[in-house]
């Protein structure tokens, strides 16, 4: 591995920072997330950048770069607004899913359209009665000869008000108790119809990232919707997880290391009893704390992208990324925001923001308790669940 930074990726950060310094500065954050919404023109500034397509190849109109550019973008965009990260993340994640399985036909009509920032697709997996176990999920889709009906809720959707289509896991074949995983296909479902309704739920953190409640009264699908194989998008799915990890770790490395920046300034500039408040051990050392767990994040995420990079397996490492990364943000957002004491419950602090959407980590998109599972299967202990 080589820890010399790369330079198109430093440009790639710069590029970043620029942005948010220009056109979404702190203020238009916490506007946006007060409104609880991303203005679809965010999205057409990313596409003008490359940024909607950054792992698309170009002969869709993507950047067609690897995942490690991915990840220093997914870092620097939660260092400022966790839910733009989280919404592109999904954006990302649904383009690979494209990639990986759709028919060439599929992949030609909505990538260049992804990557142009005209297409918003949501991803709705989870369920009222399936989030961790997400293979109970209920909603059902029949085949006609016009296409599909899908019937059932999704919960959690992100984006899904703003989408133009959602696409849908579900059980389009009989469903065998003992064998959940088979006969789930992705339904790419129009969202713009009177049989699909979107309910915004009203969340503590990562406001703006748009996460509703969906329900499709036999909402219609044309006869392609079906993205990869009939009956096998579970498999699919699987498929595109370690790059969702890494991604995910990512966003948070990008939000612990906001939170650092943000104590350490307060720390230099606050003073109490003469001297600026930094010069306490006791303000010192959780902030030492915190920026070596952050050294220690960044090196096992970049360890995982880096692998995938190179075509290596790497499961665990990405696993293992999440858990740490997420699990850490939570402990630095927590430390850093006593720092700054009181200013740091204010509202135009971006670290009051920084705390309530790192909560989100813990348990999304897996939950690190699943995690844990599924490392302890990884170091041979049976499974435990
Ligand atoms: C802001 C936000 C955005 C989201 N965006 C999306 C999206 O776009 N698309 C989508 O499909 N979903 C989305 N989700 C859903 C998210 O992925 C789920 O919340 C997550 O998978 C956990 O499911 P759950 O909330 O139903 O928790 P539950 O499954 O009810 O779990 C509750 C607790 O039980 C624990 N638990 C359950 N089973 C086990 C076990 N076997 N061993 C140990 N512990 C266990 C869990 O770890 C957790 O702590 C989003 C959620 C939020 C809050």
Redesign the pocket.
């Known amino acids: 591995m080589d820890f010399e930074a790369q330079h198109e990726h430093e440009l790639l950060r710069e590029s970043v920072r620029d942005f948010f310094d220009r056109e979404l500065p702190e203020a238009k954050i916490r506007e946006y997330d007060r409104a609880r919404r991303i203005p679809r023109s965010i999205w057409k500034q990313f596409a003008q950048q490359g940024w909607m397509g950054i792992s698309v190849p170009e002969e869709y109109g993507g950047a067609g770069s690897d995942i490690m550019a991915g990840s220093i973008f997914c870092e620097e965009l939660a260092r400022r607004f966790p839910s733009l990260a989280?919404d592109w993340l999904?954006t990302s994640m649904t383009a690979r899913l494209f990639l990986e399985v759709a028919s060439d036909e599929h992949k030609r009509e909505v990538l260049p359209k992804l990557v142009q920032g005209d297409f918003l697709m949501?991803?709705?997996?989870?369920e009222p009665g399936g989030?961790?176990?997400?293979l109970a999920l209920k909603t059902r889709a029949q085949s006609d000869a016009d296409g599909w009906t899908v019937r059932g809720q999704?919960?959690?959707?992100?984006?899904a008000d703003d989408a133009d289509a959602i696409l849908v896991l579900c059980r389009t074949e009989t469903p065998d108790e003992s064998k959940r995983a088979r006969g789930l296909s992705l339904v790419l479902t129009p969202r713009n119809q009177p049989a699909v309704t979107v309910r915004r739920l009203e969340?503590m953190?990562?406001r703006a990232?748009c996460?509703c409640e969906v329900f499709f009264d036999d909402a219609r699908a044309p006869v392609d919707a079906v993205v990869g194989e009939r009956g096998r998008g579970w498999y699919h799915l699987l498929a595109t997880l370690d790059e969702e990890r890494i991604l995910c770790a990512a966003m948070y490395v990008g939000i612990t290391s906001a939170a650092l920046d943000q104590a350490l300034q307060y720390a230099r500039d606050r003073v109490a009893f003469g001297r600026p408040i930094g010069g306490f051990q006791a303000v010192q050392h959780p902030l030492a704390d915190t920026a070596t767990e952050l050294e220690q994040i960044r090196l096992l995420t970049t360890k995982a992208a880096w692998m995938l990079a190179h075509g290596k397996p790497c499961a665990t490492e990405a696993a293992m990324a999440k858990l740490a990364a997420t699990e850490t943000a939570v402990r630095a957002t927590d430390r850093c925001m006593r720092v700054l004491g009181g200013y740091g419950l204010v509202e135009e602090t971006p670290m009051e923001r920084l705390f309530r959407d790192t909560r989100?980590g813990p348990?999304?998109?897996?939950?690190?308790?699943?995690v844990r599972?599924f490392v302890g299967e990884r170091l041979g202990l049976p499974r435990?669940?």
């Open positions: 989280t999904l949501g991803f709705g997996m989870s989030g961790t176990d997400v999704k919960l959690y959707t992100s984006l969340l953190g990562m990232a996460t989100l348990f999304s998109p897996i939950s690190n308790e699943m599972n435990s669940y």
